[in-house]
């Protein structure tokens, strides 16, 4: 983890505690899509196209997005359009008012955050938010038993196993970092990641780490794209 400042987090806000941190809004799965391969012919491309056109489009998305307050189904789709913002249409779904405005002026300011992070787009994706989520949980669960250090460093050693063995299966191809950059339209103009060096551990954490040093620590090359996740290690420990 890297000490924010104003150049990595220019969005951060002060925490007496803390100092300055990053704190990504919420956007939960980033939402559904659909698609058409390229594989099939074009009649059913078009097909696929204008059926995705109907479902999607205004007056018959909102019966799929703003379901009936008191009714049985539930189809778990969150507003996706500007229409699906609109308080009256919530509350002639027998919403309350003043709720349904509340939620709504929320996703707006969660998707009008200069600060919003998507999902990651490359594959293995769910392996590596699982490893996180399963890593930091433990630490949360365990309060005084796993250190933060040991939290960061286990979730580390799972992530770069990942890479590592996705990079094996593709040598032929592009290696998992530069999916990654790809996927935020980085290209060779774009700063490179270094790697930070990592604080030697505290005498707890050598202990526990059965005294590892701190070159043990450092994520590889590789990794180290992955490393702005663990902001939210830090935001659950404020």
């Not at 925490?15 to 704190?23: A, K, T, V, Y």
């Not at 078009?46 to 189904?73: C, H, M, P, Q, W």
Request: charged fraction near 20%; aromatic fraction near 10%; include cysteine.
């Amino acid at each position: 983890l890297r000490q924010c400042d104003e150049t990595l987090c220019p969005y951060g806000f002060q925490s007496d505690r803390n100092g300055l941190i990053n704190r990504p809004s919420y956007a939960a799965f980033g939402g559904w899509m659909g698609a058409v391969s390229n594989l099939v012919d074009l009649e059913q491309q078009l097909l696929t196209e204008e059926f995705l056109a109907f479902v999607s489009s205004r007056e018959i998305s909102k019966n799929y997005v703003i379901n009936e307050a008191n009714g049985d189904s539930f189809f778990g789709s969150d507003p996706y359009r500007y229409s699906h913002l609109n308080v009256s249409a919530w509350v002639e779904k027998g919403y309350d008012r003043d709720s349904a405005s509340e939620y709504l002026l929320l996703l707006q300011q969660a998707f009008s955050n200069p600060n919003m992070a998507h999902d990651l787009r490359i594959p293995l994706s769910e392996s590596f938010i699982k490893a996180l989520d399963e890593t930091v949980h433990y630490h949360l669960s365990k309060e005084g038993l796993i250190s933060r250090q040991r939290t960061v460093t286990n979730a580390t050693e799972q992530w770069n196993a990942l890479v590592q063995e996705y990079d094996n299966m593709h040598n032929d191809g592009s290696t998992l970092l530069e999916l990654y950059q790809k996927s935020q339209s980085y290209n060779d103009t774009t700063i490179k990641l270094t790697v930070p060096p990592t604080p030697a551990p505290t005498n707890e954490e050598g202990a526990e780490n059965g005294g590892s040093t701190a070159s043990s620590l450092l994520f590889n090359n590789h990794a180290i794209f992955l490393a702005g996740i663990f902001v939210m290690i830090s935001v659950a420990w404020l």
